[in-house]
């Protein structure tokens, strides 16, 4: 499974919410975990492998060894939010650029589980700023997107490089 790069434009288009809860669910969140891993992340979204689903996976310890903060989140939607901060944030799809990015501190989202069964989970700090930065691709945002105009002009060189390999 590959991770797409920005600038590719299916990035761009997020995902459709999930209805079918079945076995190839289960199989698509197992492989984007295992591609998680293997990419050195801490959180994918179906739409960062060309995927158009709802879908996240996340385990903020980003280490393959612990998988006791694993979560799958289908159709995730924030119920609650509480606080603001500024943290530093990477991504799979812009290889190279960090910056800091303003979030929401304390969270709670709804979500369903791989059998479809409704959840809720209220998230603070390291595992809240995961949760918004997947849910932004399933909407087709980018961290990037949110940066302060000082910080988008500190990587508009690397993302003019990026979309100058993607165009090669």
């Not at 390291?126 to 910080?151: C, K, N, P, S, Y």
Request: glycine share 10%; with cysteine.
């Amino acid at each position: 499974m590959e991770v797409l790069v920005y600038p590719d434009p299916v990035l761009r288009r997020g995902g459709k919410a999930i209805s079918q809860f079945d076995a190839a669910l289960r199989q698509l969140a197992d492989t984007m975990m295992e591609a998680m891993y293997e990419e050195g992340g801490v959180g994918l979204a179906a739409p960062q492998v060309g995927i158009e689903h709802k879908l996240l996976v996340l385990n903020p310890a980003g280490d393959k060894k612990d998988r006791s903060g694993e979560l799958v989140l289908c159709n995730p939607k924030l119920t609650r939010k509480k606080g603001r901060e500024f943290g530093e944030e990477g991504c799979l799809s812009f290889p190279g650029i960090q910056a800091e990015v303003e979030r929401w501190v304390d969270i709670t989202v709804s979500y369903q589980d791989l059998s479809g069964t409704a959840q809720t989970l209220a998230a603070n700090g390291w595992l809240a700023r995961i949760i918004q930065h997947e849910m932004d691709h399933l909407d087709g945002v980018f961290f990037v997107d949110r940066l302060t105009a000082t910080d988008k002009l500190r990587v508009k060189p690397k993302l003019l490089e990026l979309e100058a390999e993607f165009g090669r």
